[in-house]
């Protein structure tokens, strides 16, 4: 559970972005607010027929004349009750039309933000807790929108219409009804605002409870292991008696408020009929008149009865609203510029020329970097962890934007073209690929949306996948588990490298691509690779460096700087080098798992 009270409620953003959305449908809107009158309107109107009734009724004369009075009164009141049923109807449809409609809206315009964010947005983020926004964007609406017709709106209208009605019946009792209500509404308030701490609280003790479940759910090995279910279900019944102990407090606050709300309705319910029976006695109402007083009191006390929780639960969803709303008015962190050109890669070199960045102001990670790439030239990018060496092909997919300095491809600056077009241009295998909770088919097939069944498994073949991939039980359609968990890491690098296969991309960048799979698979893929690099300019970062051994040029990078670039063997030739002593340490394991 979330603890939406914490949440920053501004109400006004949301109705914004909600009003830009109710704009599209005029018409449904106003069915509804047309609807909602009418229906109110005949809930008010119709018990002044009946008084009428009783009125006649009350006479005591059976004769025909009173009895044709009384069926014509009879015919304006079904009349008015079938108005009411058939407003509620179209209230109701008009509703459920209006809302839905909006929901799909809000839903898909919230998808396409959200997926127009930038890389950093999403691994500052949780991914669960975005899906969360993305949905109760869209369900707040019907919150706020039910709540306020069924409730507000409708409650204020029958309360001014009563209060009015009794008001022309009598100045005393329209003006008691009208005190009475303004009473009750602001002992709602009191009541509600009471009862938020409370209800904090509980919300908080929920949090806990499912906290410590899914803590302990996730290490149920460890806690096997350590042989501690009795000390882990010591934990959990501590927040399962909290939990308990918060929840009754919240449920018994609830429980008078119900009970201070039924006794104002005895209070007025005998009060106001009191009075009646003193107007009576003065012949100043009716026998209908009681009826109708009666009536109303029943109906306006049914109608803000849950005023105040309405308005709770108005309040949390604009706080729920308001946390996609925020999301959705923050500028894209990586954005198209407004004539961005489609990307042309005729040559495929690569210039990064004078570049700085870091991810936060105070830590540079490249300053003055430059790097320039032949087309159809094979780079290697070497050196120890927390180099920079991601941040390069990160900078390169235009994931970040440069602080200073320009990067382009054929010529052409890649933060003038579409974010599109660029990362077209380009196949990216990373260091832990994810996959979709789709078929294996459709996962390599992202590659190249509309290939082949055939040239999917072709690719398969190439990334040395096809094999295991035949070896499941359902083969190419088995679905691989949220983010791919029913593979191994080597596994999805093969079906990662199998879809650039089929992306067949000009440039090729190749983050620790196989750096999961064990030398046989990967001296395998290593052929498949050399086939895939063929005619393409090419970026592989790797730590083996037993794999970069053929690369054209491998670039040493320290600290975020070029340390020292060239062939493997002119590398190997500057003794003291970094990267000579890189080799030198890892040619020991690779003598001793018998590599080279
Ligand atoms: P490795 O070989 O371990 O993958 P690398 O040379 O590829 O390392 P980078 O991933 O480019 O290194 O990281 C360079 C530095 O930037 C590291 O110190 C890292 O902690 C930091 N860094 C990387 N990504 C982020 C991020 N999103 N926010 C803040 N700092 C980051």
Redesign the pocket.
């Known amino acids: 559970m979330i603890l939406q009270e914490k949440k920053p409620i501004r109400a006004w953003p949301v109705i914004r972005a909600y009003l830009k959305a109710i704009r599209k449908y005029p018409a449904l809107l106003v069915g509804v607010f047309v609807s909602s009158m009418i229906l109110e309107g005949a809930s008010i109107i119709a018990p002044l027929y009946l008084r009428d009734l009783i009125d006649t009724l009350s006479i005591g004369a059976r004769t025909p004349g009173v009895v044709s009075v009384l069926l014509a009164i009879l015919v304006v009141f079904a009349v008015v009750i079938l108005i009411r049923w058939i407003a509620g109807l179209a209230q109701a449809f008009a509703i459920n039309y209006i809302e839905l409609w909006i929901m799909a809206d809000l839903s898909n315009d919230a998808f396409v933000n959200l997926l127009g964010h930038s890389h950093?947005f999403f691994?500052?983020n949780f991914a669960g807790s975005l899906t969360r926004k993305v949905s109760r964007y869209s369900r707040s609406f019907e919150q706020i929108f039910d709540t306020f017709f069924y409730s507000f709106f409708s409650t204020a209208v029958f309360a001014i219409g009563t209060i009015i009605v009794l008001f022309q019946r009598n100045t005393i009792l329209g003006a008691a009804l009208l005190v009475w209500t303004l009473f009750f509404l602001a002992l709602q308030i009191i009541l509600t605002r009471w009862r938020q701490p409370l209800r904090i609280a509980r919300a908080l003790e929920d949090t806990r409870m499912t906290g410590v479940l899914s803590d302990a759910v996730s290490n149920q090995s460890t806690i096997s292991q350590f042989g501690a279910s009795r000390h882990e279900h010591d934990i959990f019944a501590g927040a399962v008696e909290k939990w308990r102990a918060a929840n009754l407090r919240s449920w018994n606050a609830d429980a008078w408020t119900q009970g201070i709300q039924g006794f104002l309705t005895v209070v007025v319910q005998a009060g106001l009929l009191y009075g009646a029976i003193i107007l009576w006695q003065r012949g100043v109402v009716t026998v209908g008149d009681f009826v109708l007083i009666q009536i109303y009191i029943l109906a306006l006390i049914n109608h803000i009865w849950n005023v105040g929780g309405n308005l709770r639960r108005i309040y949390d969803a604009f706080a729920d609203a308001y946390e996609m709303v925020d999301i959705m008015d923050r500028p894209h962190g990586v954005r198209d510029i407004p004539a961005a050109r489609q990307l042309r890669v005729d040559s495929r070199d690569i210039v990064m020329r004078d570049v700085a960045f870091g991810?936060?102001d105070s830590?540079p990670?490249l300053s003055h970097f430059s790097l320039s790439i032949r087309a159809g030239e094979k780079v290697a990018?070497v050196?120890?962890?927390?180099?920079?060496?991601?941040?390069?092909t990160?900078l390169l997919l235009r994931l970040y934007d440069t602080t200073s300095g320009t990067i382009e491809i054929d010529g052409q600056d890649i933060a003038k073209v579409t974010q599109e077009s660029l990362r077209r241009a380009i196949a990216f295998v990373p260091?832990e690929p994810i996959l979709f909770h789709r078929s294996l088919m459709d996962n390599i097939r992202y590659g190249r949306q509309g290939a082949t069944d055939e040239e999917v498994m072709e690719a398969a073949k190439k990334a040395h996948c096809h094999d295991f991939i035949a070896g499941l039980p359902e083969g190419y359609e088995t679905h691989v588990g949220e983010r791919g968990v029913k593979l191994s890491g080597g596994e999805r690098q093969r079906v990662a490298i199998a879809r650039a296969i089929l992306k067949d991309a000009p440039i090729l960048i190749l983050?620790?691509a196989t750096s999961s799979l064990d030398s046989e698979s990967e001296s395998l893929i290593q052929d498949a690779l050399k086939v895939l690099m063929e005619g393409k300019t090419v970026i592989v970062?790797a730590?083996r460096l037993s794999t970069i051994m053929t690369m054209d040029r491998i670039v040493v990078?320290e600290d975020?700087k070029i340390a020292a670039e060239g062939t493997h063997a002119e590398l190997l030739d500057q003794k003291g080098g970094l990267y000579h002593k890189l080799w030198s340490i890892q040619a020991g394991s690779f003598v001793a798992d018998g590599t080279v």
């Open positions: 950093d691994i500052s991810f936060s830590r990670i990018l050196g120890p962890s927390g180099a920079g060496k991601s941040t390069i990160k260091q983050d620790e970062i730590h990078i975020g």
